[in-house]
């Protein structure tokens, strides 16, 4: 950050309390100036954890809070599995099933819980998981 500075023309000074006025002087919004401002990731964002059902097989997943409603939000992930499965050559299960659709409206989308938090929330899709046993999770990490 640059500061801006007065120069003074010393002989021109009626007094010596006129000296202040020639200190160096900080810019009044410096920040202002800076391109990308340094910010700590949060880590208390709502998360869901949702199911997609694809002829009668499920995939458990967590996403966090993107848009403006739950819904929303679950839907824009879903868009992005649909997204990879169609365009990625993935050897996925989940992307195998759902190449196998024709259309979006073949998969049905449910939101399974609404958690507080990105830690608590991949603790709870880890439950969820093993409890119901999707079939079409490979990445079972947590499991």
């Known amino acids: 950050m640059q500061r801006q500075t007065h ?3 010393k002989e021109a000074l009626p007094s010596v309390g006129s000296l202040v006025a020639c200190l160096e002087k900080p810019l ?3 920040h202002m100036e800076a391109k990308n401002t ?3 990731k949060r880590t208390d964002r709502t998360h869901y954890i949702y199911m997609l059902e694809i002829n009668g097989l499920r995939y458990v997943g967590t996403t966090a809070k993107t848009e403006s409603t739950a819904r929303k939000s679950v839907m824009a992930r879903f868009n992005k599995h649909w997204y990879r499965a ?3 050559s ?3 299960l989940l992307c195998h099933a759902l190449r ?3 259309d979006r409206s073949e998969v049905e989308v449910k939101i399974l819980a609404v958690v507080r938090g990105k830690k608590a929330g991949h603790t709870e899709e880890v439950r969820l998981r093993r409890e119901l ?6 990445d079972v990490r947590g499991d």
């Open 28 to 30: 009044y919004n410096t």
């Open 90 to 92: 993935k050897d996925w």
């Open 38 to 40: 340094p910010r700590k």
């Open 100 to 102: 196998e659709c024709e």
């Open 133 to 138: 046993k999707p079939e079409l999770n490979t």
């Open 86 to 88: 169609k365009t990625e």
């Open 7 to 9: 120069i003074c023309n």
